[in-house]
């Protein structure tokens, strides 16, 4: 059986890629799983300073969650359909979120249901201009349990985000750039690329830095701005003692180049 989450790391950037093209990178158990122990992996590996996630095909970034496996959960009853599908996924996404080091999304295509909720997670994201998007599951009957009525409200706003959860359209690259879903709508030819790109200069900065600035946005987002400047504080002053904040300083004074050194 061919591996659901294909692994792959060059010049500090780990490319991951969704592999179930012909379920149109439907979100199974075993790729969830999967996927969970890649980020274990990356995310101590101090090569890796950053992530790009895109889905194996020409068609979908991910379809969303596998519906017959999720049937057969549903139909062992809520415990386990709780247990099964809705903890796994969102603690996929939470995942997603939270994690250090920065996740860029490559949609390349359909980005449906958990796809979808994927790619709110995320930290940035571009679109290919063949990307698709949808909240679709009201047709199945049910509220979104990825983290879609949380994280889309907050990034699309109250209305628009209940537009798109209550009607189950699925809506343009375009779109979805308008509402701040995704960062950039990109030719399909120059995605990967341009996902590289991005990457490549936000690697080019303390590893300390964006993972500090990461926790306080992240972190910040949940609370009221007391507790956020709190929040912020805290990541400054873990920063103070540090090796490259020294370095940027001083490259700063002498007007050149910073060289990190994650330290």
């Known amino acids: ?12 950037i780990a490319l991951i890629t969704l592999n179930r093209p012909d379920k149109l990178n439907a979100l199974n158990y075993a790729l969830i799983d999967r ?9 101590t590996d101090a090569a890796v300073r ?30 386990t359909a709780m247990r099964d599908f809705v903890r796994r996924g969102q603690a996929m996404t939470a995942r997603l979120e ?25 930290h940035l994201a571009i679109a290919s201009e063949r990307a698709r998007f949808a909240k679709p599951e009201i047709n199945l009957g049910m509220p979104p349990t ?9 990034l699309a706003g109250r209305k628009r985000a209940l537009e798109l959860l209550l009607t189950g359209d699925p809506f343009s690259p375009q779109r ?27 690697v080019g900065h303390s590893p300390l830095a964006v993972g500090g600035i990461i926790t306080a946005v992240t972190r910040g987002l949940n609370m009221g701005i007391g507790e956020g400047l ?11 003692p540090t090796i490259d904040l020294g370095e940027g300083i001083n490259a700063w004074i002498e007007r050149r180049p910073p060289v990190f050194a994650g330290r």
């Open 1 to 12: 059986m061919p591996d659901p989450i294909l692994l792959e790391i060059n010049d500090g």
């Open 35 to 43: 996927l969970m122990a890649v980020l274990d992996t990356i995310e």
């Open 50 to 79: 950053a992530a790009i996630l895109t889905g194996a095909g020409e068609r979908a970034f991910s379809a969303g969650a596998d519906i017959h496996e999720f049937a057969g959960s549903v139909r062992r009853g809520r415990d």
């Open 98 to 122: 939270a994690f250090r080091k920065p996740v860029i999304a490559a949609v390349n295509g359909l980005a449906f249901g958990g796809g979808c909720e994927i790619t709110e997670a995320v």
């Open 146 to 154: 990825f983290g879609g009525t949380q994280r889309l409200p907050r």
């Open 176 to 202: 979805a750039l308008e509402i701040g879903l995704v960062n950039s709508v990109v030719p399909h030819d120059v995605l990967l690329p341009a996902a590289r790109e991005l990457a490549s200069h936000i």
């Open 230 to 240: 709190q929040v912020e504080s805290e990541q400054f002053a873990a920063v103070v």
